[in-house]
């Protein structure tokens, strides 16, 4: 049996997809089936913007690509909605086609890739070809013309394969032609976080906690030649980290990672991660105000928080700070705190990635939308994506007040930022820098 696994369009092209690689390694250790990874995000994105690769390689013209990526990212996702074909569409078809393939599987991990799916989905059917579809992003659209399998068991259960081997050695090593440097591997340690407490929060998917043996982290390490990893874990906690940091620095390999900033990152932990070659951290703060992070329930405080950075700094690290502002019930002062927190903390952080609070449908927000002063809960229809979701209060910021704001403060906040906030969208760049 041969087995065509496709990455769709459109999003940032920086690294390879982990989850078709993880998907492959599935497969290959179960069965003798020909597997192959069509990345059409990255062919796209060649095919689209040829000179892109050389400026993020060079540093040179950087913002002028995202300048030109948005305006034509928003006019492909208006064709596919008018019911037109998006660009390179039939070139993407036939490609599939002439693959000859048993098997079609699509892994939609961001909302970005719902409308050039929705559009293959759409031509591969009127052509008889029945496709399956996974990933967090698979909404109802997408089930129009694809069946929905939600893992890798079903996925092997679908192909006739029992999954008695669970061994996952993930193999990087072909990928060629991303928009950066070198490659940077994406790394899975674990299947969810073992928090899973943060209420705006719904990654972890009320999984139960498990982890990836370190001899798969390791063997799939070699195994890619990695020099300079991304551990793509939403977190991790002391104990496990320090036990990966230790295959890092054996290897001599360069990484980055997320943590949620608490005090089990005293000094000398800190020290320890970046002598095993920790270099970016991608830190969860989310607010300066304790009474926002107490609601969030994110387990840590300012005080910790403000520690934890100034240490990580003070080691070699890079410090990056995801915000959210207008989380439910916020106040103007709130939100003040959180813009004086970061220019408190200036000396200790390299980029903000700032974000208003957008509702989950599954979150503790959404579930008890009551203690978090919210008093309705409203749905719009779109035409590809699932429902808009808004929601009104009983006291704060409204969603469109918070915006307001952060555009208010834009330049106070950007002021903080010691690398070029188009880093936001190209995290893995960070590892380049000196």
């Given at each position: 049996?041969?087995?065509?696994l ?39 994105h ?24 948005t ?114 591997v ?37 195994k ?7 551990l793509i ?16 620095k054996e290897?001599?390999?360069e ?12 000094e ?9 070659g920790?270099?970016?951290v ?12 107490k ?23 890079k ?55 919210i ?12 429902p ?17 704001l ?10 903080v930022?010691?690398?070029?906030k ?13």
């Open positions: 049996m041969k087995i065509l496709i990455y769709p369009a459109s999003c940032s092209p920086v690294s390879p997809p982990y989850s078709v690689t993880h998907l492959a390694s599935a497969i290959k250790a179960n069965s003798e089936y020909d597997v192959e990874i069509l990345d059409l995000n990255i062919v796209y060649r095919k689209k913007f040829p000179k892109a690769k050389e400026a993020f390689q060079n540093n040179k013209d950087i913002e002028k690509y995202f300048i030109e990526s305006e034509v990212y928003s006019l492909e996702n208006k064709k596919v909605i008018r019911g037109d074909d998006p660009e390179f569409l039939k070139y993407f078809v036939d490609l599939i086609v002439s693959k000859k393939v048993d098997c079609i599987a699509f892994s939609v991990v961001y909302s970005s890739q719902c409308f050039y799916s929705y559009a293959l989905l759409k031509e591969l059917n009127k052509k008889g070809i029945k496709c399956i579809v996974g990933g967090p992003a698979v909404n109802h659209k997408l089930l129009e013309f694809g069946k929905f399998l939600k893992n890798e068991d079903e996925l092997l259960k679908e192909i006739e394969l029992l999954n008695n081997n669970k061994e996952r050695v993930l193999d990087f090593s072909d990928y060629k032609n991303y928009f950066i440097p070198e490659i940077v994406p790394i899975k340690t674990v299947n969810t976080c073992y928090y899973q407490k943060c209420s705006f929060c719904t990654h972890h998917g009320n999984l139960k906690y498990e982890e990836s043996s370190l001899e798969e982290i390791k063997e799939s390490l070699v890619s030649k990695a020099k300079k990893v991304f874990d939403d977190m991790n906690h002391k104990v496990r980290l320090l036990k990966i940091a230790k295959i890092m290897l001599n390999i990484w980055m990672c997320q943590l949620k900033p608490d005090k089990t990152w005293d000398e932990t800190l020290k320890e991660l970046y002598l095993s920790l270099r970016v991608l830190w969860g703060i989310e607010s300066g105000s304790n009474r926002i992070l609601l969030i329930k994110k387990g840590t405080n300012v005080e910790d928080i403000e520690e934890v950075l100034k240490n990580s700094k003070e080691m070699g690290i410090n990056v700070v995801y915000m959210i502002f207008g989380f439910p019930s916020e106040s103007e002062e709130e939100f003040l705190e959180s813009v004086i927190f970061l220019e408190r903390n200036s000396n200790n952080i390299d980029l903000v990635s700032p974000a208003t609070f957008g509702l989950q449908e599954g979150s503790d927000v959404y579930n008890n939308p009551k203690s978090y002063g008093n309705k809960i409203k749905k719009m229809e779109r035409t590809i994506l699932d808009k979701i808004s929601y009104e209060l009983n006291y704060g910021l409204s969603q469109i007040e918070a915006e307001k952060k555009r208010k403060y834009k330049n106070r906040i950007n002021s930022n010691k690398v070029p188009w880093m936001n969208l190209f995290r893995e760049h960070m590892l380049f820098l000196d």
